[in-house]
């Protein structure tokens, strides 16, 4: 089974492209919901309130992402920080998970920041999704409540474009320009191939 990544930056359609892999029945490892719920494990819920406070959890016991996001996306220290304790956790995961489909030719695991975190090394092969930073901010300005400065400051920390671009072995063009479905259906008709 052939490990395949599937990246790109914030807004660029990485989850709405997921979606429709699942669709033709390729099975897809969301990293990045794995890594929001390793944030009610014991041990990295215990972690992180002896460092950053017992409000970084309601009342309730749920996480607070805002208390969170404020911390990490403007401090690259604590975001390496958060990361080096999630990280190795969603590896794991990910790991238990690929058993179940040995027998596939190939699995997408959908990772914002697979470069980033230099997990692409131990995938097969890496698609990015490619789409222009106005186009992202105003998706994601819709999707989220948040300001474009705050959706700058998390593409900050990513690679640029052009870094994703030159990495990968693969790119899907999600820019309203050219048209997705073919692109995707191109793609897995040559990853459904048995050889590397
Ligand atoms: P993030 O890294 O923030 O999770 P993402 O890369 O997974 O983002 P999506 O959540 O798939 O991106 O897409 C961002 C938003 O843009 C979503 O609301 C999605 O429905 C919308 N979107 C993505 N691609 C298109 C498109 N081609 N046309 C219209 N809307 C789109």
Known sequence: M?????????GSGKTIICKVFELLGVPVFYADDEAKKLYYHKDVKDTIIKKYGNE????????NREYLAQIIFSN?????????????????AYMQWCEKYKYLPYTLKEAAILFESSAYKEMDKVITVSAPKEI???????????????????????????????????VIYNNDEQLVLPQIIELHQILILKEK
């Open 76 to 92: 690259p220290q604590e975001l390496k920080f958060v990361n080096s304790l999630i990280h190795p956790l969603v590896g794991e």
């Open 2 to 10: 052939k490990r395949i990544g599937i990246t790109g930056g914030i």
């Open 56 to 63: 970084i959890y309601t009342a309730e016991g749920k996480l």
């Open 136 to 170: 992202r901010i105003n998706r994601i300005m819709k999707r989220d409540n948040l300001t474009r400065a705050q959706i700058e400051e998390r593409m900050n920390n990513q690679w640029t474009e052009e870094e994703r671009l030159a990495k990968a072995d693969f």
